[in-house]
């Protein structure tokens, strides 16, 4: 890879799900951070401005959601990529991710091809 390794934040509070995406991140060659709770996650983001955010929506501090909501109010955090993975699969959970900034949305369970394809996907678009 002759770019710079970019690097991918996995907001995730179950830690099988988180290490899962971390790993599948991994193989594609990015550089992955983990956070397992979302306000030290807005730390995290803040700090290392990633390529691409891979955010669930159910956490146990504040909504993933929340999360995404003040990425898109920060100037310099407005433009990252985030990809949300949530078990929230209705149409209506959809809509409210996409509204509230979401490049993509993901329903688990998420496989490596959807993921992987997400992240190239936003990637390229930003």
């Known amino acids: 890879m002759s770019e710079a390794q970019k ?10 799900a988180a290490e899962m995406f971390a790993e599948m991140m991994r193989v594609t060659g990015f550089r992955v951070l983990k956070s ?5 996650a807005i730390s995290l983001i803040a ?6 955010v891979i955010l669930d929506v159910m956490m146990p501090d504040v ?16 433009k ?3 990809i949300v993975v949530s078990a ?3 149409p209506t ?5 996409l509204e509230a900034g979401a490049s993509v949305y993901l329903t688990k369970p ?8 997400a992240v190239e996907k936003v990637l390229q678009q930003s």
């Open 63 to 78: 909504s993933g959601l929340e999360v995404l909501k003040y990425m898109r109010r920060e100037p310099a955090l407005a």
């Open 47 to 52: 700090n290392e401005r990633p390529d691409v």
């Open 93 to 97: 959970d959809i809509q409210s991710g």
């Open 110 to 117: 998420v496989g490596f091809l959807d993921l992987k394809q």
């Open 36 to 40: 397992y709770s979302s306000s030290p």
């Open 88 to 90: 929230k699969s209705l």
């Open 7 to 16: 690097t991918v934040v996995v907001v995730e509070d179950e830690t099988d």
């Open 80 to 82: 990252i990529p985030v």
